[in-house]
């Protein structure tokens, strides 16, 4: 199968059974450049994240996980930002025109791309070792995006969702077939759901906010950085999932602190406004906890029955 026929039979959905065409995709895939119209009175915010073979996920990785991370992994970056995701164009290396394998990793991308009502309009495919970047772009009233940096000593520091289930998974995937627990984990490395519309709520509540991409505590510490402030955290107050707990009793906490791919939102709150989060969380699928306040200073100290807890540096460097 040649370049053009794969783009047309995978990816151009005009011409097949046809997704959700946004009304403001005015020129999608086909031409040499997209044309996409944003309403009048918001910003357009943009983000690009790869994910490669080896390096964000294990050779042999199902091809549906692999289209659903590389879109999920951007979609979170919106959410982070408290953006609506809009449109993505996706370049793509292919080892080869496996059409079974491009097959499965569309379903996966555009059931996700469905569910959030964000259009694909372009990209690129070349032969080369597997790879995805996805290039999102969404939008946001002007002054509404979330930014890293406005955090202030005295806020709460949240996070949602159960961190540390990801990385279990992960590590549990070259396994066989094993329980109930095993398998949720599992799921939560290879189809984490991005948090876009936590995100978009959390817009005039949350004062900074990132998402977890490489670890609790690191992507946290890049939160304070970037807001000049320090932490003081209660790894007992982390929310280990019941399934984190019975498949790595011992290792829970350092799963949840140190291990990345969980996309998970972590927030900070001014003491004013977490009444309000607390009533909007409670209509939320998606647990939200609270586990820190901002100090002054700078750095993240974590205590656990009240004695300080070392987090150990395992952060995956790329180079
Ligand atoms: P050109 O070489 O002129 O850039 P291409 O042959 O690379 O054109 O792409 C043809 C059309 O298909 C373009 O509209 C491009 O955006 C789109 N396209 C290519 N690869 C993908 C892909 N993986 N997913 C979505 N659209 C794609
Ligand atoms: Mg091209």
Not at 22 to 47: E, H, M, S, T
Not at 61 to 87: F, I, K, Q, Y
Not at 221 to 237: F, H, I, N, Q, Y
Request: a negative charge; aromatic letters at 6%; charged letters at 25%.
């Amino acid at each position: 199968m040649d370049e053009r026929t794969l783009i047309s039979t995978f990816f151009d959905r005009r011409r097949g059974a046809g997704g959700p065409a946004r009304g403001d995709v005015i020129l999608g895939i086909g031409d040499d450049a997209a044309v996409l119209r944003l309403d009048p009175g918001y910003d357009l915010v943009a983000a690009t994240d790869s994910i490669a073979e080896g390096t964000h996920f294990p050779v042999g990785t199902p091809a549906a996980s692999v289209g659903h991370r590389c879109l999920a992994v951007n979609l979170s970056d919106m959410a982070a930002m408290a953006a609506e995701p809009l449109w993505f164009s996706l370049a793509l290396s292919l080892p080869e025109a496996d059409e079974a394998w491009v097959g499965e990793f569309a379903r996966g991308l555009f059931a996700l791309a469905d569910r959030y009502a964000v259009e694909l309009v372009g990209g690129d495919t070349v032969r080369g070792p597997l790879a995805a970047t996805v290039t999102i772009q969404g939008r946001a009233r002007p002054g509404c995006t979330i930014r890293r940096s406005g955090a202030a000593p005295g806020d709460g520091i949240w996070v949602t969702g159960n961190p540390g289930d990801a990385v279990a998974g992960r590590l549990l995937l070259p396994g066989p077939a094993a329980d109930a627990a095993a398998e949720t984990l599992r799921r939560r490395f290879l189809y984490p759901e991005p948090r876009v519309r936590e995100g978009l709520a959390l817009a005039g509540i949350a004062s900074a906010m990132l998402d977890v991409s490489d670890g609790l505590d690191d992507d946290l510490r890049k939160l304070l950085a970037a807001s000049r402030v320090g932490a003081d955290m209660d790894a007992g107050a982390l929310p280990l999932s019941a399934e984190l707990r019975s498949v790595r009793a011992g290792g829970a906490v350092e799963c949840a602190l140190t291990g990345g791919d969980d996309y998970e939102l972590c927030f900070t709150v001014r003491p004013p406004d977490e009444q309000r989060l607390r009533e909007l969380a409670a209509s939320w699928t998606v647990p939200v906890t609270r586990i820190g306040t901002v100090v002054t200073g700078s750095g993240c100290r974590w205590r656990l029955r009240g004695g300080a807890l070392a987090v150990p540096d395992t952060t995956y460097r790329h180079f």
